[in-house]
T-cell receptor, first 113, second 119 residues
Framework: AQKITQTQPGMFVQEKEAVTLDCTYD???????LFWYKQPSSGEMIFLIY??????QNATEGRYSLNFQKARKSANLVISASQLGDSAMYFC??????????FGTGTRLQVFP | DTEVTQTPKHLVMGMTNKKSLKCEQH?????MYWYKQKAKKPPELMFV???????INESVPSRFSPECPNSSLLNLHLHALQPEDSALYLC??????????????????FGDGTRLSIL
């Protein structure tokens, strides 16, 4: 069975600072993918970044980067230069050898001026 | 604006009503999904369609009936719902990974959701 764990229910960060959102996972599938999504209060789920289990390098997308440590089964999201618009719920998710995307419980990020 | 369009954005219905949620995408994706999300919880997968065929049903009650008329459209027919069915219903689509033999590396693209309230 696959499992995603996000241990931070809420995080605060000051504008322009960097923040790391934690995600650990468990799976027996040899091939899997890890995704991060942002969900503002309006409800839409916005795809941010993807990391494949066989990728040698950590994924980066603009201000988002993924700190992938396969041996530790962690895939932490790093947001650099936080902006007020980054305030939202952030979900880590995994897909294995099925089409099922399994989500963690989420971390609510609040960026303050 | 998202590339996956869901209608209506809000729906209030009684327990005896019949209504439908609609989802449309024009990205050429061949996999489409329905999720249910309760407040302050992560989305939970309900159904997956691959090439217009139902491939996954996560033991969803029969009062929820999905339909995929073509590769761009996904419907969710609702009948005799219960108050606990009140939630945000999200539709998503992605490239299908059929034949690759590996996990899907294609992100799912979500719509804005339909906020459903059952009276």
């Amino acid at each position: 069975a696959q499992k995603i764990t996000q241990t931070q229910p809420g995080m605060f960060v000051q504008e322009k600072e960097a923040v790391t959102l934690d995600c650990t996972y468990d799976t027996s599938d040899p091939s899997y993918g890890l995704f991060w999504y942002k969900q503002p209060s309006s409800g839409e789920m916005i795809f941010l970044i993807y990391q494949g289990s066989y990728d040698q390098q950590n994924a980066t997308e603009g201000r988002y980067s993924l700190n992938f440590q396969k041996a530790r089964k962690s895939a932490n999201l790093v947001i650099s230069a936080s902006q007020l618009g980054d305030s939202a719920m952030y979900f880590c998710a995994m897909v294995g050898n099925t089409d099922k995307l399994i989500f963690g419980t989420g971390t609510r990020l609040q960026v303050f001026p | 604006d998202t590339e996956v369009t869901q209608t209506p954005k809000h729906l209030v219905m009684g327990m005896t009503n019949k209504k439908s949620l609609k989802c449309e995408q024009h990205m050429g994706h061949r996999a489409m999904y329905w999720y249910k999300q309760k407040a302050k919880k992560p989305p939970e997968l309900m159904f997956v369609y691959s090439y217009e065929k139902l491939s996954i049903n996560e033991s969803v009650p029969s009062r929820f009936s999905p339909e995929c008329p073509n590769s761009s459209l996904l419907n969710l027919h609702l009948h005799a719902l219960q108050p606990e069915d009140s939630a945000l219903y999200l539709c998503a689509s992605s490239q299908d990974r059929r034949g690759t033999g590996r996990h899907s590396n294609q992100p799912q693209h979500f719509g804005d959701g339909t906020r459903l309230s059952i009276l």
